[in-house]
């Protein structure tokens, strides 16, 4: 008898796990590369196809205004892997290894800061089962590879972009961060066009761990250059001009690819118990790929609102109201509302810029997650407080735009409001001192006074 109720504790004990493990939701982030912000169904697009993503657009809740933390695509994931301004840790806002700046440090040398936990981190911690399928971007060096990152499996490549062909003698890209990688330094190029690839792995990973919580960070290369697609998808918009045809096809190409994931998580009964978050690292790069960031003035890599407001959508089926999120939001938040849903405590997570979602998308608080919010590159910045947006730059006076009335940024009231510009300014510059001295980029002349004159006002505030 003794022996049966030990047998029968131990029995339930095991199911009580079994069942806590298959009630946590799963987590599936979908991020897509130098997308532009109209250049999808579910934005408005009457040229592009995306028939997949339109369907959990409507089946989820859609952001009119999300922001990535930075106007490129280094910086802007190292934020959204840490939750933090990357500013914080010296990440600062410019691509790295060394593609856009020159640099005091070897290309390898640059990466995600060691000390800094990643989402992949704190959700295996809670017992996630961890996987990463695609771009890292995140340092070439093995200290920085994703499988010290947090990350269980990962199938990808560790530089900034690639071609999405298997690499042959004339394919441009030769740089050792280029390869394709599974697991750790196990180089091997894939069948099939990449983006296509990497959804089969993604799909592969799911029916391996659909017994268990897991998340997937499927980081697609596409749309960024080069422009690579396939024929039959280039076949489907032969009415656009070559450019725009090119982009089209391989943004359809990624629709197709988030679908067969899609499918398999329907397939296998889960997505009911799912979160699926699809967006953007960064505006569109208009003058490189062709994209239209339209309404939005500007581009990747500057601070309009092209360049750092990005499509967003998020999806739980029975959880999320399917619907329209108008309030400002910021990918810093998807770490904390990830580490929330599954199972985590708020104070588990160390100096976290991001604000846990699911209150306020689940009606439960009001008002915004965030008043204010912050991007830099070296001394150039912007501040957004409430509808206003101030816009600083290095060689000329700032700008002020009232986005409640002006998302294209073309009245500039900075004339109108000089007070108003000055507090906005103020609060920028009380927000920088909170920062780390960014790690590698060469400082110019102009950039090296602006440090001088920061540490002295640190100085001047500290006495």
């Known amino acids: 008898m003794r022996h049966f109720l030990i047998f029968l504790v131990l029995s339930l004990l095991v199911y009580c796990q079994v069942v806590f493990a298959q009630q946590r939701p799963n987590?599936?982030?979908?991020?897509?590369?130098?997308?532009?912000?109209?250049?999808?169904?579910?934005?408005?697009?009457?040229?592009?196809?995306?028939?997949?993503?339109?369907?959990?657009?409507?089946?989820?809740?859609?952001?009119?205004?999300?922001?990535?933390?930075?106007?490129?695509?280094?910086?802007?994931?190292?934020?959204?892997?840490?939750?933090?301004?990357?500013?914080?840790?010296?990440?600062?806002?410019?691509?790295?290894?060394?593609?856009?700046?020159?640099?005091?440090?070897?290309?390898?040398?640059?990466?995600?800061?060691?000390?800094?936990?990643?989402?992949?981190?704190?959700?295996?911690?809670?017992?996630?089962?961890?996987?990463?399928?695609?771009?890292?971007?995140?340092?070439?060096?093995?200290?920085?590879?994703?499988?010290?990152?947090?990350?269980?499996?990962?199938?990808?490549?560790?530089?900034?972009?690639?071609?999405?062909?298997?690499?042959?003698?004339?394919?441009?890209?030769?740089?050792?961060?280029?390869?394709?990688?599974?697991?750790?330094?196990?180089?091997?190029?894939?069948?099939?066009?990449?983006?296509?690839?990497?959804?089969?792995?993604?799909?592969?990973?799911?029916?391996?761990?659909?017994?268990?919580?897991?998340?997937?960070?499927?980081?697609?290369?596409?749309?960024?250059?080069?422009?690579?697609?396939?024929?039959?998808?280039?076949?489907?918009?032969?009415?656009?001009?070559?450019?725009?045809?090119?982009?089209?096809a391989m943004t359809y190409a990624m629709d197709r690819a988030c679908g067969r994931l899609f499918d398999e998580l329907e397939q296998e009964g889960l997505l009911e118990n799912t979160l699926i978050v699809f967006t953007n690292d960064n505006g569109g790069p208009s003058d490189a790929n062709f994209s239209d960031n339209s309404p939005l003035s500007g581009t990747k890599a500057n601070h309009l609102e092209g360049g750092i407001r990005v499509p967003f959508l998020m999806s739980m089926p029975g959880q999320l109201s399917p619907g329209i999120y108008q309030e400002p939001t910021s990918t810093l938040d998807l770490l904390p509302t990830f580490h929330s849903l599954a199972g985590g405590e708020a104070g588990q997570l160390k100096e976290v810029d991001g604000i846990d979602l699911m209150p306020f998308l689940k009606g439960e608080r009001e008002g915004r997650a965030h008043e204010l919010l912050y991007w830099k590159k070296e001394n150039r910045a912007a501040i957004r407080e409430g509808d206003w947006k101030l816009l600083r730059f290095p060689d000329r006076p700032a700008e002020l735009y009232d986005l409640s009335r002006d998302i294209s940024e073309v009245n500039d009231l900075a004339s109108t409001y000089p007070e108003l510009v000055k507090t906005l300014y103020k609060k920028l510059f009380d927000w920088e001192l909170t920062l780390s001295r960014p790690s590698w980029q060469l400082l110019r002349k102009y950039e090296g006074d602006a440090m001088q004159r920061m540490d002295q006002y640190r100085k001047t505030k500290t006495n």
């Not at 099939?192 to 697609?220: G, M, N």
């Open 27 to 248: 987590i599936v982030l979908i991020l897509a590369d130098d997308a532009g912000y109209a250049d999808f169904g579910f934005q408005g697009s009457e040229e592009f196809l995306t028939p997949n993503l339109d369907k959990l657009a409507k089946g989820g809740l859609r952001f009119t205004q999300a922001y990535v933390s930075a106007a490129v695509c280094g910086p802007s994931r190292a934020g959204l892997l840490t939750g933090k301004y990357q500013q914080r840790f010296g990440f600062e806002e410019n691509n790295v290894p060394g593609y856009m700046e020159p640099s005091r440090l070897p290309d390898d040398e640059m990466g995600l800061p060691l000390d800094q936990k990643t989402m992949a981190d704190y959700l295996k911690a809670l017992g996630y089962s961890t996987a990463l399928f695609g771009k890292w971007h995140q340092g070439n060096a093995d200290e920085f590879h994703p499988l010290r990152r947090g990350f269980d499996e990962f199938v990808g490549f560790r530089g900034g972009a690639r071609s999405y062909f298997p690499f042959g003698e004339n394919n441009p890209n030769h740089r050792p961060e280029d390869r394709l990688e599974e697991g750790f330094g196990k180089f091997r190029e894939a069948p099939v066009y990449l983006t296509d690839y990497l959804a089969e792995r993604a799909v592969d990973f799911v029916e391996r761990h659909r017994a268990e919580p897991f998340f997937i960070f499927l980081s697609f290369n596409a749309v960024h250059a080069p422009m690579d697609a396939l024929p039959e998808d280039l076949a489907l918009f032969a009415e656009l001009p070559e450019g725009r045809q090119k982009l089209a």
